[in-house]
């Protein structure tokens, strides 16, 4: 998996690519997480190179989003795939995230 982060005055933006899954995720949580503790920012994930996304890579956005919130802040979800944005429809968390 591989991540691109981009920083702005007001938003982090996170792009990577790959499946979203248990085997990747660790490591994509890690940087993540390390982002929300450092920065005061929104974030902004761009899932256009998603491949797939499977129930720990849902529970890692919810707590990131948890995360941030405490902090005032936001995670926002952009340029989501089809397959992807099914997924986050049938469990309502389109609506969170």
């Not at 933006?13 to 085997?23: I, N, T, W």
């Not at 890692?60 to 995360?67: A, D, F, V």
């Amino acid at each position: 998996m591989q991540i691109e982060m981009k920083e702005t005055e007001k938003i982090i933006s996170v792009k990577f690519s790959g499946e979203f899954d248990m085997l990747g995720i660790k490591e994509l949580k890690e940087s993540l997480f390390n982002i929300s503790d450092e920065k005061n920012k929104d974030m902004e994930i761009d899932l256009a190179s998603a491949s797939y996304l499977d129930s720990s890579a849902i529970g890692m956005l919810l707590t990131l989003n948890k995360r941030q919130k405490s902090k005032g802040h936001e995670i926002k979800l952009i340029n989501v795939p089809e397959n992807i944005l099914k997924i986050l429809e049938l469990s309502s968390l389109n609506q969170i995230l």
